[in-house]
């Protein structure tokens, strides 16, 4: 029932203007919205927080559908939920949750994740925005890039460094709010791909923020990096397998319509190697999503699947639009097949919740535990 719910949104309304919306770069505000109405938004938070209370099994075959049609959209449902959501009901204190995740939660605002900045990446130990800590309130100051729905979010969760000496034990996160004096929004990021996202730079200049508004113990900022970002994980994998499997079905309609040397070029064996190879890994793709998330769901360690779901699961998102556009030949190069799109929108999710290296290494890191 989710799965359909989802379905039809994504045909009926993210797919009318979607194409435009890319080219123009324009934020889906209205298609949001109604996302935030169906309980999207606040998908795993508990009901008395405002959420819809569900697992993290229905929030993958959320974002499948939602991605096979508009990944700029599906975007903002991952970072609301896995990032923003999650990271303040886990570790946010009962006024915290009362005074920003209810509203995240019903869709009535969106949030932002502070990690990335110009020289550490998503490196949290290599934080240069800084929080000093001033008695009953931090003084923020620094840079962070790339910041989906840097612009539109209302509350933003920032990743600083408060006690250099103590490395990463020295870093905190703290809830920032639009509006704050010293907060400036940067201009928007012109990209390749999912072009209607809301991606900028975020820059703080002596922010004044509320000791009150700091999340967890302090020096607890890193350990609450890394928590959220493997829920992300598993949110951004299902957004390349919605990306990927998108492009399959527009490519398996395509090749059964197309007709050359007097048949449906799905008749041609060099298609048809083409179509079963994409429909093997997507499913495979698809059972390490579901996987990460069962185990999510469960309360067990998902921290090398959630790795395993998005390194396999982006890196098959790439192919296989790659693949869509080569069935549809020179159509699939032109904007109105909707398989170039895909094309470039497959590519970010081999970059960010970070780099198919860096799921290596956290793969690699957790086989290798004694």
Same mark, same amino acid.
């Given at each position: 029932?989710?799965?359909?719910?989802?379905?039809?949104? =994504? &045909?009926?309304?993210?797919?009318?203007?979607?194409? *435009?919306?890319? +080219?123009?770069?324009?934020?889906?505000? +209205?298609?949001?919205?109604?996302?935030? *109405?169906?309980?999207?938004?606040?998908?795993?938070?508990?009901?008395?927080?405002?959420?819809?209370?569900?697992?993290?099994?229905?929030?993958?075959?959320?974002?499948?559908?939602?991605? #096979?049609?508009?990944?700029?959209?599906?975007?903002?449902?991952?970072?609301n939920?896995?990032?923003?959501? @999650?990271?303040?009901?886990?570790?946010?204190? *009962? *006024? &915290?949750?009362?005074?920003?995740?209810?509203?995240?939660?019903?869709?009535?605002?969106?949030? =932002?994740?502070?990690?990335?900045?110009?020289?550490?990446?998503?490196?949290?130990?290599?934080?240069? %925005?800084?929080?000093?800590?001033?008695?009953?309130? !931090?003084?923020?100051?620094?840079?962070?890039?790339?910041?989906?729905?840097?612009?539109?979010?209302?509350?933003?969760?920032?990743?600083?460094?408060?006690?250099?000496?103590?490395?990463?034990?020295?870093?905190?996160?703290?809830?920032?709010?639009?509006?704050?004096?010293?907060?400036?929004?940067?201009?928007?990021?012109n990209?390749?791909?999912?072009?209607?996202?809301?991606?900028?730079?975020?820059?703080?200049?002596?922010?004044?923020?509320?000791?009150?508004?700091?999340?967890?113990?302090?020096?607890?900022?890193?350990?609450?990096?890394?928590?959220?970002?493997?829920?992300?994980?598993?949110?951004?994998?299902?957004?390349?397998?919605?990306?990927?499997?998108?492009?399959?079905?527009?490519?398996?309609?395509?090749?059964?319509?197309? &007709?050359?040397?007097?048949?449906?070029?799905?008749?041609?064996?060099?298609?048809q190697?083409?179509?079963?190879?994409?429909? %093997?890994?997507?499913?495979?793709?698809?059972?390490?999503?579901? #996987?990460?998330?069962?185990?999510?769901? #469960?309360?067990?360690?998902?921290? &090398?699947?959630?790795?395993?779901?998005?390194?396999?699961?982006?890196?098959?998102?790439?192919?296989? %639009?790659?693949?869509?556009?080569?069935?549809?030949?020179? !159509?699939?190069?032109?904007?109105? @097949?909707?398989?170039?799109?895909?094309?470039?929108d497959?590519?970010?999710?081999?970059?960010?919740?970070?780099?198919?290296e860096?799921?290596k290494m956290?793969?690699?890191?957790?086989?290798?535990?004694?």
């Amino acid at each position: 029932m989710i799965r359909d719910a989802a379905r039809d949104f =994504a &045909q009926n309304e993210l797919k009318p203007g979607v194409i *435009e919306r890319d +080219e123009q770069q324009q934020f889906p505000a +209205e298609q949001i919205k109604k996302l935030g *109405e169906l309980g999207f938004l606040g998908m795993m938070v508990d009901p008395k927080y405002n959420g819809a209370g569900l697992d993290a099994v229905s929030y993958v075959l959320v974002m499948e559908e939602l991605s #096979k049609i508009d990944a700029s959209a599906s975007v903002v449902v991952s970072v609301n939920n896995s990032l923003v959501c @999650y990271g303040l009901e886990e570790y946010g204190t *009962e *006024e &915290q949750k009362r005074n920003y995740l209810k509203p995240l939660a019903a869709g009535e605002q969106i949030g =932002a994740f502070c990690l990335s900045e110009p020289e550490a990446g998503s490196d949290a130990t290599s934080q240069r %925005t800084t929080a000093e800590d001033k008695g009953d309130h !931090y003084l923020l100051n620094g840079t962070k890039n790339w910041i989906t729905n840097g612009s539109t979010a209302s509350t933003y969760l920032v990743i600083a460094q408060t006690h250099p000496e103590k490395g990463h034990q020295g870093i905190n996160a703290l809830i920032v709010e639009k509006g704050m004096d010293g907060f400036t929004v940067g201009p928007k990021e012109n990209k390749l791909g999912i072009r209607g996202s809301d991606t900028h730079s975020l820059l703080f200049s002596d922010v004044k923020v509320p000791k009150g508004n700091r999340i967890g113990e302090d020096g607890f900022g890193f350990k609450f990096a890394m928590k959220t970002l493997e829920g992300g994980r598993i949110g951004i994998a299902a957004q390349a397998l919605g990306i990927a499997s998108g492009a399959f079905e527009l490519a398996l309609n395509y090749a059964k319509a197309r &007709q050359t040397f007097g048949k449906p070029i799905a008749q041609h064996q060099a298609i048809q190697f083409k179509l079963a190879d994409m429909a %093997t890994q997507i499913e495979a793709a698809r059972l390490l999503c579901l #996987k990460a998330a069962w185990l999510k769901d #469960k309360g067990e360690s998902y921290t &090398q699947a959630a790795s395993m779901a998005k390194l396999y699961a982006s890196e098959v998102a790439m192919k296989t %639009t790659i693949e869509a556009v080569q069935i549809h030949g020179g !159509y699939g190069y032109v904007k109105e @097949y909707h398989v170039e799109r895909l094309m470039r929108d497959a590519k970010i999710t081999q970059i960010y919740e970070g780099t198919s290296e860096i799921q290596k290494m956290v793969i690699s890191r957790e086989m290798l535990k004694e």
